[in-house]
Nanobody, 128 residues
Framework: QVQVAESGGGLVQPGGSLRLSCTAS????????VGWFRQAPGKEREGIAC????????VFADSVEGRFTVFRDFVKTAVVLELNDLKPEDAGTYFC?????????????????????WGQGTQVTVSS
């Protein structure tokens, strides 16, 4: 059974940083595209970053470009989303998801449609 899980959320002050991690069981994350999404209360889920499995191509939403980074931790078989210079509007539940049809894909998308394995989410709160 495939399970995807996020970790690393928490409370941070504006301007601070957090590191979120996405891991999977029953599924080797290294070989598949992983996307990160977030949802604030009362808002639609927003795609914010993704990383492909081949060449590590990345896509970022305009709202996080230059502040967030995404990379693979091959030692931990994880995908890490690093959140920097956080703003109150970055608060929400952050989800990672894997696309099981993207074996060694060279590209990725921050559109949620192709992703079929989703984690339960981790909460990020940005407040002073």
């Amino acid at each position: 059974q495939v399970q995807v899980a996020e970790s690393g959320g928490g409370l941070v002050q504006p301007g601070g940083s957090l590191r979120l991690s996405c891991t999977a069981s029953g599924f080797l994350l290294d070989y598949y595209t992983v996307g990160w999404f977030r949802q604030a209360p009362g808002k639609e889920r927003e795609g914010i970053a993704c990383i492909s499995s081949n060449d590590g191509n990345k896509v970022f939403a305009d709202s996080v470009e230059g502040r967030f980074t995404v990379f693979r931790d091959f030692v931990k078989t994880a995908v890490v989303l690093e959140l920097n210079d956080l703003k109150p509007e970055d608060a929400g539940t952050y989800f990672c998801a894997a696309d099981s049809m993207s074996y060694f894909a060279r590209s990725c998308t921050i559109v949620p449609g192709p992703y079929d394995y989703w984690g339960q989410g981790t909460q990020v709160t940005v407040s002073s």
